[in-house]
């Protein structure tokens, strides 16, 4: 969600890597380890909860959480909780980091110390005050100074155990004073309205002693104006604090008045204190970004150079492929460039280009997109965006199975429970590998489009370049679908969202033996035991040492790598997807005759749809996958038969019936899948047959009636994901800022590369710059761009910095910015002189 700030949108977003507590301080009785779990929270606003970790003083959680921020906020705070069966959760320490701080921790691991959480510093909200100081006139006719204080509102208190019932208590602080008076309880409501005033003297009539009014007028200034917020409790233990203002009475000024919101603060009980690190630490590594993103034509120049980057000749030279030569990590330009890309539906004509370059670059096939290069990254990003639907469909039943039933599967002989044996926990695990395996090698129906398209170009690009090597054409694909998509989902559930935590040990060791298992056998590796350094997982493979997995890969991975582009024919083989016996109707392609049902052997392949009188017999009917425009259920009075459907081509409809539901289903989801492409595909069907001279559903009597029903369309074509445009080619053009000396230095490398052929140097070694005037040419475009971006950048923050009102309620005054604001006044005041 963003927020709106004079025709600029500013999104906030934090990522977190939840890492480990240790040196928890333990019980005092005999049993000292603690049940302990993690909280992110937003000032005192819980957004995320990690996974209790049972009998343990040093707690590893191994969290990863994101989120976008919708609100201001003024900590990222973290609790360590310990758990209590019996009682309320007690908190053993928190992290409390400042907004303003959190750059100084971007990216890193880092050790906080673990701080003591009371009542006193657990604060949020703020208060709305106006001052206001004027001369009375008292019944002796002397003249004294009073303070008239009011408490206008308060803003995001926070709830305090279901209820905000609070109250305001106000002081008046001196060398000598201290007068309190309340405001009246507001009920359930934590942005309550007071509106009420309070009147306090601050300086002496004439007629008063010195010892009875200790304070003189030019004392003044040694006053503060003390606001507590309190919760209104029924217990016993007393009201709850809220939070405190203290407001110098200096802030008056000439003018005597005083207009202001404030940021709420703990109160200071310096004697409570508790040493560093004896509450424990927490490792945590916190990416906070905030993004200010201008109206969509501020964006044109640089969007275009990248989104031309897919065309562009050599695509080395281009300008998405350039962001990943100056990135220190490929991984900062994969994730932006990927969701731009796929915002704009450019991804594949993208990867394509740059995966084609890599493999042209690369010796040995087997090397093939080994290294950690832009094209593999964008490929893992792109695979899970696009294929976390793929996932929970796939995998997911059988990882919450493995996750709740806790089955033994250690095969490691040393590491093997008294309790347990080995031949068991290795059928187990064979077992579990078994599912796994087929539940992969049956879902390419289910692989989105985008990611067949890409597997598509990464085959045909490895088979040209390595013509000798016939499983080439397997293992550029296996690579990314096994090594990098599969096989991290089943190791790190909960980062591919199939899980909400990291999995307790004894199941995250299973899923390391399945991953690892699973990787193998995806490789097509010529001696696959010899992959694995422990014996015993080279002993554990021999159950699958057999050709029908080798085949089911192949299989597999001919379906996902075959392309619905309408030039596939000449440059692709056909590919056998299904094949079986169904029953079919007559489509009355003759005039005369009855229209029956007969049994037909059925072929799919990725080129057309055939059926047979039996199987191995020549085709009596052919329909080629471009002339398939939807594929859907037939409803059951159509002819009182169960599970049947239709194939829809532009002059008729194919009415087949299948043996069962289930296979029903199939053939629906793979034909639906092969034809998704075809540009004809129509919109609207008709649910019921057309018999007796009419269309059963909508009683049109025209055979060529347009569909009364829309098309369930199958399962998804492409992935539809929530990308904001300009917000993706503002972060890329913060990338090319952060890096603008590595532009400076590629621009130099290409001006070396022009005019000296000789050993390349050292500096320049890093950049592939396979043509340097091109190269040359997209750099000038691209800090051309990025130049005028970062000025307007720059005097935003200067209308920014100028607009800013501190004590504003959009820019409370706090304990930092409480001297910007004095600052501030002054200059206001010399300026209205």
Sequence with gaps: MAVEEEGLRVFQSVKIKIGEAKNIPPYLGPNKMRDCYCTVNLDQEEVFRTKTIEKSLCPFYGEDFYCEIPRSFRHLSFYIFDRDVFRRD???????????DLQKYHGKDHWFPLHSVSADSEVQGKVH????????????????????TRVLECQDLPIVNGQCDPYAAVSLLGPSRSEAKKTKVKRKNNNPQFDETFFFEVTKPLSYTKRQFDVEEDDVDKLALKVDLWNASNLKFGDEFLGEVRVPLRVLGQLGIHDAWYFLQPRDNSNKSVKADELGSLRLNIVYT??????????????????????????????????????REKQEAAVPLVRLFLHYGKIVPFLSAIAHAEINRTQDPNTIFRGNSLTSKCIDETMKLAGMHYLQVALKPIIDEICTDHKPCEIDPVKLKESENLDT?????????????????????????VMCDIFFSLRESAATRFQVDPDVRYTAVSSFIFLRFFAPAILSPNLFHLRPHHPDPCTSRTLTLISKTIQTLGSLAKSKSANFKESYMAAFYDYFNEQKYTDAVKNFLDLISSSGHWDQKSIETPIMLKEGFMIKRAQGRNRFGLKNFKKRWFRLTNHEFTYHKTKGEGALCSIPIENILAVERLEEESFKMKNMFQVIQPERALYIQANNCVEARDWIDILT????????????????????????CCKMSADAA?????????????IQLDVDGDRETERIYSLYNTYMSKLVKMQEACGSKSVYDGPEQEEYSTFVIDDPQETYKTLRLIISAVQTLEQQHMQYKRDKFRKTKYGSQEHPIGDQSFQCYIRQQSESSTYSI
């Design 90 to 100: 007690s908190s053993i320490g928190k992290v409390a980091v400042k907004k303003e």
């Design 129 to 148: 005050l106006e001052l206001r100081l004027s001369e009375v006139i008292t019944d002796s006719g002397v003249i004294c100074h009073k303070l008239a």
């Design 290 to 327: 905030e993004d200010h993103v201008f109206p969509t034509e501020h964006y044109n120049p640089l969007r275009d150079l990248l989104l031309h980057s897919a065309h562009f000749e050599p695509v080395s030279a281009s300008t998405a492929h350039i962001l990943g030569e100056v990135c």
């Design 425 to 449: 926990n290795r059928e187990n695990l064979r077992h579990y590998v078994d599912r796994i395996f087929n539940v992969i090698t049956s879902s390419g129906v289910s692989c989105p489009t």
């Design 673 to 696: 899948k092969v034809s998704q492409c075809n540009r004809k595909r129509l919109s609207t069907y008709h649910p019921s047959a057309y018999l007796n001279g009419h269309w059963l």
């Design 706 to 718: 347009p569909g009364c029903t829309p098309c369930t369309g199958g399962l998804p074509a492409n």
